[in-house]
């Protein structure tokens, strides 16, 4: 086993109702003046807003608004929020949303407490020596953000999807209440499936050790996510399901299931930010279209994981027939296994070059050649 | 699934030569004269301990050495060293040992700061609202305490074995090397294994609701701790093994498999503490022998989590199958399963009577009454 450290810090504070407590955490960190980020309108309309504002307002807090954000969030908004953010000088960031608002928020915190520019941070030129302290409450469980220390964004000038990371980027509390998820369109819950198997299954497969502890943790959050995402296609309003979910959405990516594997690499994500950066495609559908297509190109690079994994999630004998399940239940849920389902006709060399320039930064080009690369996507045509 | 709230602070700084960095751990945290927990000489001979104050000696921390601490830790030994800390007015409280040491070192902890006699904190009759800050090198991984909020130390003139709990006592820094634990027998390393097992099933039981993700994550937790036992048993040099089990150990009772999991009790740490109360017992060997009786009393009252049990666990029908594949799986490791293996050959009131007292403690004595009780110990017999 790896040699690891672990330390997360994050308060999860898991449940019913636990938005209504957001004001009281801020308090109890000592902030007064905050910066509350979010997405669409919708949050206004569905009662969330108002519930997070009676809370603030309790307990003091008084708050500057940064709507807006969408989906695969922008560069953009991140520097509009910087600026705000130190215009009005808040103590503190609140994210009110999923993945996207979550990691613009870090974004944010991390933006305005760095001299030059937020995007230095993304391209490894600046280093992120402190944050404002993040706070948040999720509203669909996907990216894990909720307990980890990265976040994800896009530079729209440039067309790049790359991450930060740092332990000051870690939540100081997030709130998970599945009851806030219910309203997630079918489209999200089942690109939200694909994106946390996506996370479970990188080091599980490219690891050149992990141990089998490990790999039983990713089989329970795999497994669970299947039963899970199931009974919320028959019935969205079940609370158990949808926190089993939730809770395994944040174990897939909060370090446990990464904490003593050694050499690993995220090639699906690699790939599949190049989807999103250059087709604004939603992240957990371009990760289902991926994976496929790359599990039919590495499988024979580990295939005693590729059975085992056959053996453990769909009680089938060969690497093969565990690939084939996993198309085939992403096919019977409804997220997308081929790039035409994406609007993605033509394979053109910019989506090469880009998932090229992605392999530069996740540090596996010399595996990840533009032949590789091809290949890899053509299996996905 | 029921309401939580994960907060776990502890660093755990898990690997090889990981010791060696404790005085730096100390010093950042801003230590500088500490108390030094430990049971045996051992450490003194087997180079640990030079090892350990070669580190601090470079961070110029000053310690005193509270040595002698035994399995199944005595109060007197806790008031010793409560004593010892206050005289020396050290700042931090380090362990190097096992589950003992740490729980010990943490009851100090928590007992140099409260005005009272530290028993009035087992007993409810005080509360923990601050403790020193409590580091550990674990020597011998069983009771999770290096990354969870509570101790268990035995009252050697009332034979109570009680524990407390507190938010202050998760350690700030736990240093877990599985190349420190090579040298552990035979027989502890198997007690060992009965007592994380023992971990996992009392809520994957006992609980009114248990979330399938939670079921998952104890059956990987008892699958690994079986597995590398058996590793280790033919060869305790096996590092990722030794590895495996340490990390398993951790897991099985820093609050993940708890969490979500409604209504469940601790009825074999309830009759064990008994056992080691006063027939000062292994621990985990009492465990093993407790288990198995506690197991055929209790399966019809949630038959299909026992059937489950079996299924999962060691591929059997039946719950009686799976309880009868656990016991003869405890006998081949070779930690005992029934009473006279511990040298306990009559049944006395006293024992029942002090089972009842840890009943009324650990809040279930309306369903463990005196005929409950005898009726499951006597299928120890």
Redesign the interface.
């Known amino acids: 086993?790896?040699?690891?450290?672990?330390?997360?810090?994050t308060?999860?504070?898991?449940?019913?109702n636990?938005e209504k407590k957001i004001g009281e955490h801020l308090a109890k960190q000592g902030s007064q003046h905050i910066l509350l980020c979010y997405g669409s309108d919708r949050i206004k309309r569905d009662g969330l807003f108002s519930s997070v504002i009676s809370s603030l307002e309790k307990n003091g807090i008084t708050f500057v608004e940064c709507g807006g954000i969408v989906s695969n969030p922008t560069l953009g908004k991140v520097r509009e929020g910087i600026a705000l953010a130190r215009q009005n000088n808040v103590d503190a960031v609140l994210s009110v949303g999923g993945g996207s608002v979550l990691d613009s928020a870090k974004a944010i915190a991390a933006g305005v407490r760095y001299q030059g520019d937020v995007w230095d941070l993304f391209m490894g030129s600046g280093s992120i020596d402190s944050a404002l302290p993040v706070f948040d409450i999720l509203t669909l469980a996907a990216t894990g953000s909720e307990m980890n220390s990265g976040a994800v964004v896009t530079n729209e000038e440039t067309n790049q999807k790359y991450a930060i990371n740092s332990v000051h980027l870690f939540p100081v509390v997030s709130v998970v209440n599945?009851d806030l998820m219910k309203t997630i369109t079918r489209d999200y819950l089942v690109y939200s499936a694909a994106d946390i198997i996506a996370h479970s299954i990188e080091g599980y497969f490219t690891a050149s050790?992990q141990?089998?502890?490990q790999s039983?943790?990713v089989?329970?959050?795999i497994?669970?996510v299947m039963?899970s995402t199931e009974k919320l296609l028959v019935d969205p309003s079940d609370?158990?399901a949808r926190?089993?979910f939730a809770?395994?959405s944040t174990?897939a990516l909060n370090g446990?299931i990464y904490?003593?594997t050694e050499g690993y690499s995220y090639p699906n994500h690699m790939i599949e930010h190049a989807l999103s950066a250059l087709f604004n495609v939603p992240h957990g559908a371009g990760l289902s279209v991926v994976m496929p297509a790359w599990m039919k190109w590495y499988q024979s690079r580990n295939s005693e994981q590729f059975a085992r994994f056959a053996r453990e999630i769909f009680g089938l004998d060969t690497a093969e027939q565990g690939i084939a399940a996993l198309e085939n239940w992403f096919n019977k849920i409804g997220t997308p296994t081929r790039l035409p389902q994406l609007g993605i006709n033509n394979i053109s060399a910019e989506l090469i070059d880009n998932i090229l320039g992605n392999a530069d930064w996740f540090g596996i080009k010399d595996i990840y050649t533009r032949d590789v690369v091809a290949d890899i996507i053509n299996k996905a045509k």
């Open positions: 086993m790896k040699d690891f450290t672990w330390l997360n810090p308060t999860l504070d898991f449940g019913k636990k599945p050790h141990p089998h502890f039983r943790m089989e329970a959050i497994k669970t039963e609370y158990n926190a089993e809770w395994a174990q446990l904490s003593g």
